[in-house]
C-alpha cells in the first residue's frame, strides 16, 4: 500500500497510546486526517506531535468512550474539523485481571462500560454519519481473549467475545449502506496495557502456544486495521481478524512421541 491509499477523515479512540497510536500513525501516513481520541490527555498529545512529526495534520480531542455527551462532542469537534468521520477505529480498552470467585461488580460495570458499550456507543454515532454518506469502515478491538478464556479475564474476555458479536451486527444492520463492519483480535501484543503481565515467567509459558514464535507489536495490529480501512476491503464485512501469530489456529503441539521442533 502506498501513501495517500487510504482517503477520508479517521477518528481512532485510544489513540493516545499502544495499538490505537500505532494505527493512528499508520493512517495518517497513508494519507488519512486522523482524529487521535482518548482519555489520556498526554498520550493525545504525544500521539499529535508523533503525527504532525510524520508532517501530516492531526485533531486531538478529550473523549471518555462510555460517556453519550463526550461521544456526542467527539463526533461534533470531528465534524467541524474536517467533516464527518469516514473511518473508526475503536481501540480503547481497559484490562482487569481478577479471579471469577472475587470479581468486583464494580469492576465488571466499568470494564463493561468502556470496552463494549463504548464501542458501541461511537460505533452508533459514526454510522449515522456514515449511512448520509453511504461509504464508512469501523474497525473494533476483539482479542483472542474473547475466543479463549483466560484466568481472571472473567469481565475482559466477555467483553471481548460480545465485540465480536456487536461487530456482525453491525455488518448487518449497515452493510447497505456501503459501510463495514470489522474486527481484529489481537493476540499477545506489548503495550502499556499488557507489559507489566508479560514478565519472563508469562512469556516462556506464552511463546510454545504462538508458531511465530515472538509476542507481537502494535505496528503489526496497526497494519490490519489500514487494509480493513481502505477502500479495497469493501467486501469483508463482520469478520474478526486474528492477529496473534498463529495462536488461535493451535491446539497440541506435541503427540505420542512425535514432538514439533
Ligand atoms: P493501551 O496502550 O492501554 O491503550 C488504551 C488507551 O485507551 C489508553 O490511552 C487509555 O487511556 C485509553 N482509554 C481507557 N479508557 C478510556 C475511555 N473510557 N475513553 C477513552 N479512552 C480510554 O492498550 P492497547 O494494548 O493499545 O489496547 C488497545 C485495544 O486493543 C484495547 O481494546 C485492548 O483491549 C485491545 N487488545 C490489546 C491486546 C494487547 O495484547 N495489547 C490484545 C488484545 C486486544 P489511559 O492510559 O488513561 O488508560
Redesign the pocket.
Known sequence: MTKNEINGVALV??????????SALQLAAKGASVVV????QQ??DETVALIQAQGHEALGIK?????PQ?VDNAFALTNDWRGSCDILV??????VVQPLLDFPLDAWNRLM???LT??FLCSQRAARDMVKKRYGRIIN?????GSRAGVGRVA?GT??AA?SGLTRQLALELGAYGITANA???????????EAAYTDVTRAKLLPMIPAGH??E?DD?ASAVCYLASPQAKYVNGHTLAVDGGYLATGMTQTGNLELK
Open positions: 479512540t485510544g489513540g493516545g497510546s499502544g495499538i490505537g497510536r500505532a481520541a482518548d482519555l489520556n498520550g493525545i473523549l471518555d468512550v462510555s460517556d463526550s475503536n481501540c480503547a480498552g481497559i484490562l462500560a468502556i470496552n463504548g464501542t478491538m476483539a482479542s483472542i481473549s475482559y467483553s471481548k465485540i481484529i483480535a489481537p493476540g499477545a501484543i506489548v503495550t502499556a496495557m499488557t509476542l507481537g502494535a495490529i
